[in-house]
């Protein structure tokens, strides 16, 4: 499985809005837990949002709760992460992962481990820079 990914929208003010797109090759997600992560200089890697292969629950952490949302299109292969309300903690280099053999509770305790625990497959990160 591998990723291609790119980020909708350049340098964005806090307050905006942000898409992040990644189209998976070689296997189709529909199989897979699937996670969005970013990793800001200096600082732990953090889950973000993901989605269980089981039910299709989306898991959102804390810190972007109400602002990000994370969705995946089967029939395109593409897991998408919206980006509203966007502030400049949020800047970071982001990267979506999935996940074949992960569980709900498996993706949430990856998504909350601080880097710890990781999943499968990874795309390259995106940068994301909230400025005014």
């Known amino acids: 499985l591998r990723f291609s990914c790119r980020r909708w929208g350049g340098l964005v003010q806090p307050g905006g809005s942000l898409i992040l797109s990644c189209v998976a090759s070689g296997s189709t997600l529909h199989d897979y837990a699937i996670g969005w992560f970013r990793q800001a200089p200096g600082k732990e890697r953090e889950g973000v949002a993901g989605i269980s292969s089981e039910d299709g629950r989306m898991y959102c952490t804390d810190s972007v709760k109400g602002r990000f949302t994370i969705s995946k299109d089967n029939a395109k292969n593409t897991v998408y992460l919206q980006m509203n309300s966007l502030r400049s903690e949020d800047t970071a280099v982001y990267y979506c992962?999935?996940?074949?053999?992960?569980?709900?509770?498996?993706?949430?305790?990856?998504?909350?481990?601080?880097?710890?625990?990781?999943?499968?497959?990874w795309g390259k990160g995106t940068q994301v820079t909230v400025s005014s």
């Open positions: 992962a999935a996940d074949p053999n992960l569980s709900g509770s498996g993706l949430w305790r990856v998504l909350t481990s601080r880097g710890r625990y990781g999943m499968d497959y």
